[in-house]
């Protein structure tokens, strides 16, 4: 097989599968919860802006984005377990693939900083004196931080340079030298093109191309069932300590086993903490407007209720459950659902409170709860 069929072959897949599960996102119910958080933080930028003083180190922040671009790394191979033994025979053949790889992955890379560096550049023109031709050259070296970000892994580079450069030209703009970042990100850039690799590291990339099919799965698992999902879980000894105290009961089996799992999935507890946080800076943002503040509460609540979903689909799979009388499953998985969504309303509330005084964030509360009900009795 060829370096061009391989890849038309594997490309024109990967395509396909995404697609597929970009369809279903498309229809499922939380694509409206979306669309309105989206809108609803475009407002709350917006209003920000306005009220945006003239002194604001705008130069600081459009620096950490070039900071923040390089933590994120997601790159593409599109191979398989079962290349490490077909493509064996074929590797001296493969530069003509490796060529193809690092240029889509290049393109990605770049491609995901055009939404922040829009964001981020509207603030950046208000508070500094800039032209066109200073705006298009960071553009350009905060492209090339994206497309170093995912290369890097390809050519097993440690992230530490990438972070290294990326620093550099971050601290460079916000010096006000903007226009000399792209001399650092250049750099980067010849770097790795000399520390390329002359022929395929097969496992290394095949392993690469898992943990990003994963990442998309746990996307698309907030929208629909993904069986190809593999779930991670951290122990927590303290939460599970107390999950614990739960008696052992046949009845109460459900639960033990689903608090359990939700206290330990990275679809659980983290979901939640990143929902109430980033709810809670949207509210400091529109501070001043009583209804963003109170929208705020439905908005987040009600995404996260939704994403909670497959947390308990792992359990539910599991032959035990099926067959054994453990109580009513149901029963307990809404009582989870209940809990963890009280719990967060109350604590967005408090927080809306706080920061903008205004009482009809109870209206918001109650709105955010008959969210969370009507998601927990669908389950």
């Known amino acids: 097989m060829t370096s061009s069929v391989l890849w ?14 970009t369809r279903y996102m498309a229809n499922g119910g939380l694509l409206f919860t979306v669309y309105f958080v989206v ?11 306005d009220q945006l003083d003239p002194s604001f180190p705008g130069n600081l922040v459009m620096g950490s984005l070039f900071i923040l671009l390089a933590f994120y790394r997601s790159t593409r191979t599109f191979l398989t377990e079962a290349d490490q033994v077909f493509l064996l025979p074929s590797l001296p053949h493969l530069a003509g693939y490796m060529k193809r790889i690092r240029v889509y992955n290049a393109l990605f890379g770049m491609i995901r900083a055009v939404i922040p560096f829009l964001a981020v550049s509207v603030l950046y023109v208000r508070t500094e004196e800039t032209s066109p031709i200073g705006l298009f050259i960071l553009f350009v070296a ?12 390809l050519e097993g580079v440690g992230h530490r340079l990438v972070l290294l450069y990326a620093t550099g030209a971050g601290i460079l703009v916000m010096l006000g030298m903007g226009s000399f970042s792209i001399v650092v990100t250049g750099l980067l850039l010849l770097t790795l093109h000399l520390k390329k690799q002359d022929q395929l590291p097969l496992m290394e990339w095949i392993a690469l191309e898992q943990e990003s099919r994963d990442r998309f799965y746990r996307i698309a698992n907030w929208f629909v069932d993904v069986p190809r999902l593999s779930t991670t879980y951290k122990r927590r000894r303290l939460l599970s300590h107390l999950v614990e105290k739960i008696g052992f009961d046949r009845n109460r089996t459900f639960d033990y086993l689903y608090m359990k799992q939700f206290i330990r999935s990275t679809d659980g507890i983290g979901l939640i903490v990143r929902l109430t946080l980033i709810g809670a800076v949207f509210m400091w943002l529109g501070k001043d407007n009583e209804w963003l503040v109170v929208l705020a509460l439905p908005a987040f609540s009600g995404l996260t ?6 947390f308990t689909r ?3 799979s599991h032959l035990l459950t099926r067959l054994l009388p453990f109580g009513d499953a149901t029963a307990s998985k809404r009582k989870v659902l209940r809990t963890t969504s009280f719990l967060q309303v109350m604590v967005l509330t408090g927080i809306g409170y706080g920061i903008s005084g205004f009482p009809t964030v109870i209206a918001g509360a109650v709105l955010a709860l008959v969210i969370a009900e009507y998601y927990a009795r669908k389950k």
Request: glycine share 6%; aromatic share 14%; proline share 2%.
């Open 142 to 153: 905060l492209s090339m931080i994206g497309a170093a970000a995912n290369l890097s892994k």
């Open 39 to 49: 809108l609803y933080g475009l407002v709350v930028y917006g209003r920000f802006l």
């Open 305 to 310: 209720s939704f994403q909670l979903a497959p």
């Open 314 to 316: 792992a359990i539910d």
């Open 8 to 21: 038309r072959t594997r490309y024109q897949a990967a395509m396909a599968e995404m697609t597929k599960y």
